[in-house]
């Protein structure tokens, strides 16, 4: 399990990078590495691990080959939970191991809380995994993972805006926020919009 791959998976603000070991067909397991470190964190350990399992270690965003996130923005716990979601979204992994080192471990502990369904094994290594008062579980598991979800069936769709008259806009706007007059609605369109040949 020496030699390893390089992996890029595209992300809306650059790319998420990874290194892969062993057979591309294996039992899938997910390296999560610590605060300030890199995938490089496990170059000593894979070829300690057992043969046949398809090891990727990822960087998280802002941390070795991965992009930065943009300027002023923050790197929240949520956000790594969601770049290993999109991970597994593009290896099109439905059931994996995890395993997380440190802060890695944290957040690995986090994802199996919000999608359990997706984790077969978790491997805690100096981590305590994810600790969440009992009174809290149920709104914060539901509310977190919607917000993941959509967000990803978001990025998915991607469209390129659409042009529209400026009364079929005013009328979208308007629906979407009951509480606006006519008249405030294109008060705010005439800001809020941008002209093109298209509409």
């Known amino acids: 399990l020496g030699m390893f791959s390089e992996l890029k998976f ?3 603000w650059g790319h998420v990078a990874a290194k892969a070991w062993g057979p591309s067909e294996g039992h899938p397991v997910l390296c999560l590495h610590g605060w300030l470190d890199n995938a490089n964190t496990f170059d000593k350990l894979i070829p300690l691990l057992p043969r046949g399992c398809y090891y990727v270690a990822m960087d998280f965003s802002g941390h070795g080959l ?3 996130r943009p300027a002023g923005c923050s790197y929240h716990f949520l956000d790594y939970v969601t770049d290993v979601r999109r991970v597994a979204a593009a290896l099109q992994w439905r059931r994996f191991t995890l395993m997380g080192h440190s802060m ?3 957040v690995a502990g986090m994802f199996c809380f919000l999608y359990p369904e997706m984790v077969d094994k978790l491997v805690l290594l100096e ?3 994810f600790l969440l008062a009992p009174e809290d579980t149920e709104a914060w598991l539901k509310s977190k993972r919607r ?3 959509r967000l990803l069936s978001l990025e998915a769709k991607q469209q390129i ?3 529209r008259s400026r009364e079929a806009a005013l009328q979208r706007l308007l629906e979407a926020n009951s509480h606006l007059t006519a008249e405030g609605g294109a008060i705010l369109l005439e800001r809020g919009a941008t002209e093109t040949p298209a509409g």
Do not use: F
């Open 10 to 12: 595209p992300v809306p």
């Open 66 to 68: 991965s992009s930065h």
């Open 104 to 106: 890695g471990g944290a």
């Open 127 to 129: 981590s305590l995994g």
């Open 147 to 149: 917000v993941i979800d």
């Open 161 to 163: 805006p659409k042009a």
